[in-house]
């Protein structure tokens, strides 16, 4: 009985592997292409949260194909393409946040801090050495303590974009002395107990909030949430734009290359895309959740920005591909396309990048 078992766990296994999905790149993109403007404006709440234009199909055996499954073979120099780390001192931060000029920072994964007008934020502030089980390969680009210690007298605001552990973590938010506001989804401000802040701040699709010279728009994203004290979908998840007025900023939290990216460059005046890049393959598996190389290069063209940002690559192993082969990807685009050159930025980590 026992071996009638064991055999039938390993053919059911062996069956999760090998069984192909048939997925299709071309189907893909026409589901895109076809998806209804208004659905980015309907209703995303039914006892859970959900992406009305694209149901997420997946389940936990499509999870454990994808762990099973073979991986694939990336024919390039490894180790190679890894972002440098150029760390910042509290002096040079100091003068930088003194100076008029706006600037995003790339910190890791996909933790920026950015200066819109005369107000900072730092998206999804991410410090630790390991998320959940998962350990960071490249050093943050800003510590936790000089940012502590440079934003003493000045608002630092916090945007969060969905309760992921790779984006929310509450060790690190800890870690923070917060002395703005922090915006997040909604259905996430309870798991911030203990966290201190002017004022902690639940957004839904399409809210905005205008202070001084600025207006901060919270909008959707194709993804999920999850956590282990959350159940699947039970707070949002999105992404945002910040307007000023020489141009406004995008904020790309984790999202699958959607129509929603068109619907952006539409109602906003994109100038720089901060877009997530990474965690992406297999495509079968990741492509709802994740952008790959061409997915950010559309999603770029539809917001109509003149920069974009490549972030969420090079320190949390998350997908099938290498954790340096964005960083590959980027480089060989922009080395075969003199064009690119100015529209994708591969910052390094703690580099400034000035507006």
């Excluded at 000029?101 to 410090?127: M, Q, R, S």
Aim: a positive charge; hydrophobic letters at 40%; glycine letters at 8%.
């Amino acid at each position: 009985m026992y071996i009638l078992i064991i055999s039938v766990i390993i053919a059911f296994l062996a069956y999760l592997r090998y069984f192909p999905l048939g997925y299709d790149e071309d189907k893909h993109f026409e589901e895109i292409k076809n998806q209804k403007k208004s659905d980015f404006y309907s209703v995303n709440f039914s006892k859970k949260y959900f992406n009305l234009w694209k149901k997420d199909k997946r389940n936990i055996f499509h999870s454990v194909k994808w762990f099973l499954e073979k991986k694939p073979d990336y024919n390039y120099e490894k180790g190679k393409y890894f972002p440098e780390n150029k760390s910042i001192t509290k002096e040079e931060l100091k003068y930088l946040i003194k100076n008029e000029k706006g600037f995003i920072i790339w910190i890791g994964h996909n933790t920026t801090l950015i200066k819109a007008g005369e107000y900072f934020f730092l998206c999804d502030p991410v410090f630790s050495e390991k998320i959940f089980f998962t350990k960071r390969h490249t050093k943050a680009g800003i510590d936790a303590e000089t940012l502590n210690e440079v934003f003493k007298s000045k608002e630092l605001n916090v945007l969060i974009t969905h309760n992921h552990y790779d984006h929310l973590d509450i060790k690190s938010l800890k870690k923070l002395k917060i002395t703005g506001n922090v915006f997040l989804p909604a259905g996430v401000k309870k798991l911030l107990k203990g966290i201190n802040a002017q004022e902690i701040i639940e957004l839904n699709w399409w809210d905005s909030i205008e202070t001084g010279s600025i207006k901060i728009n919270f909008l959707p994203a194709q993804h999920y949430s999850h956590r282990i004290s959350q159940g699947k979908n039970s707070s949002l998840w999105g992404s945002y734009v910040i307007e000023t007025k020489n141009g406004d900023i995008f904020i790309g939290g984790d999202s699958g290359y959607f129509g929603g990216y068109k619907e952006f460059g539409e109602k906003f005046n994109v100038k720089y895309a901060v877009l997530p890049t990474g965690g992406y393959e297999t495509r079968w598996f990741a492509a709802y959740e994740h952008m790959n190389i061409e997915d950010s290069l559309n999603a770029a063209a539809d917001l109509k920005c003149r920069v974009m940002i490549p972030v969420h690559w090079g320190a949390f192993h998350l997908g099938v591909e290498p954790l340096d082969y964005t960083g590959f990807r980027f480089n060989s685009i922009v080395k075969n396309n003199e064009n690119m050159a100015d529209i994708i930025k591969l910052i390094n980590l703690g580099e400034v990048f000035y507006l």
